[in-house]
């Protein structure tokens, strides 16, 4: 999630923020006739500056960003023409259309082939991820920023849709897709999560530990900015059957993500991060802004711009610092600093 000067926070269309940005279609009008108007939110046309990424790296498919409706057929014409393909790689991808979540992850249970979670898989791509035969974590991010979330159908106010949920038969669906490992009743609470922001977050039991648990869920409506502070939830991924493995599955392309993470800055003890008065912003509404920063969720940044008139942030990014400097440049043509990293202050007013 990207904020920049006065930009309001994204809400919610079909399963996920990004898809907000994507014009309403009309594919499954026939299917569901009585539920046109809702079916209406759910389909989404794609749009080519906001496309999901598809990359064949060796054996692996990679996918990444936002689902808008056309990864079934992109993916089914990339296994056509490469032979060998093996792996499914989901990076970084908060979800979107709802009905290409499941098709791909038909597709992929059919095809055989095993998926990875590489960064965050959320929402409709966390259906592609429950299609592999095979399910795994891989290691391209830190244990923490490197989770599947799973939770119901919204619309374009982020409400849950419960018809909608019931219709598209998601429980059955996750159920099945588990290898029959879901517990139902855990099952049915996370597809009635309320809010689209909710999720219940798995990561990787073998890694991550927080007071004994390895899966959260959250309502969306909690006032906590951390995963971890939610709902614990005693069993794990593999448990569930989200994932088969304790193994780690490599990215092909790892060394490029790592080569391109910017290093997370030392705190300078210039301000708490809570203390408002001291950030270097000369308008109310960036005062606003940083407010709305301190209640999001780690992984985060807040930039700003020499003069104080610009400014950007980025939460949920494992490296939001270089998303909220390009954002906060762009805006400003000026030089950003960052202020605020995760739950730092990183400014210094003699840099």
């Not at 907000?20 to 279609?25: E, N």
């Not at 009008?29 to 989404?44: E, Q, W």
């Not at 920023?145 to 374009?156: A, N």
Request: charge should be neutral; charged fraction near 20%; glycine fraction near 10%.
């Amino acid at each position: 999630m990207l904020a920049a000067g006065a930009d309001r926070e994204g809400r919610v269309a079909t399963d996920d923020p990004t898809s907000m940005i994507l014009a309403a279609g009309n594919r499954l009008l026939v299917h569901l006739g009585r539920l046109v108007s809702l079916i209406a939110i759910l389909l989404i046309a794609p749009h080519a500056s906001f496309a999901m990424d598809l990359t064949v790296n060796g054996q692996q498919v990679i996918l990444s960003g936002p689902v808008v409706g056309n990864e079934p057929a992109r993916l089914a014409d990339a296994l056509s023409q490469v032979p060998g393909i093996d792996t499914v790689i989901l990076r970084s991808s908060r979800g979107g259309d709802a009905p290409a979540g499941y098709r791909v992850g038909e597709l992929i249970r059919v095809k055989g082939l095993r998926t990875a979670v590489s960064g965050y898989c959320y929402s409709s791509c966390s259906r592609m991820f429950l299609g592999g035969k095979t399910r795994y974590f891989t290691d391209d991010y830190l244990p923490e920023y490197t989770d599947i979330g799973f939770h119901g159908h919204y619309d374009s106010d982020g409400r849950l849709v419960p018809e909608l949920v019931r219709r598209l038969g998601l429980k059955n669906w996750i159920i099945q897709y588990s290898d029959g490992k879901a517990d139902p009743a855990l099952v049915e609470r996370w597809i009635n999560i309320p809010r689209s922001r909710g999720m219940t977050h798995f990561y990787h039991p073998g890694l991550l530990n927080r007071h004994g648990v390895s899966a959260f869920m959250c309502q969306g409506t909690e006032t906590t900015a951390q995963v971890f502070d939610c709902e614990p939830i005693q069993n794990t991924a593999l448990d569930l059957g989200v994932i088969t493995s304790l193994d780690i599955v490599k990215s092909n392309d790892q060394a490029g993500i790592n080569a391109g993470i910017r290093e997370k800055p030392r705190a300078t003890g210039y301000a708490a991060i809570t203390d408002t008065r001291k950030v270097p912003l000369v308008s109310p509404a960036g005062q606003q802004e940083y407010q709305r920063f301190l209640n999001a969720r780690p992984h985060k940044a807040f930039a700003i711009s020499p003069d104080g008139k610009f400014w950007a942030w980025n939460a949920g990014e494992f490296d939001a610092m270089s998303a909220a400097l390009t954002r906060c440049q762009q805006r400003s043509q000026q030089t950003c600093r960052l202020y605020a990293v995760d739950e730092e202050v990183v400014w210094s007013p003699n840099n």
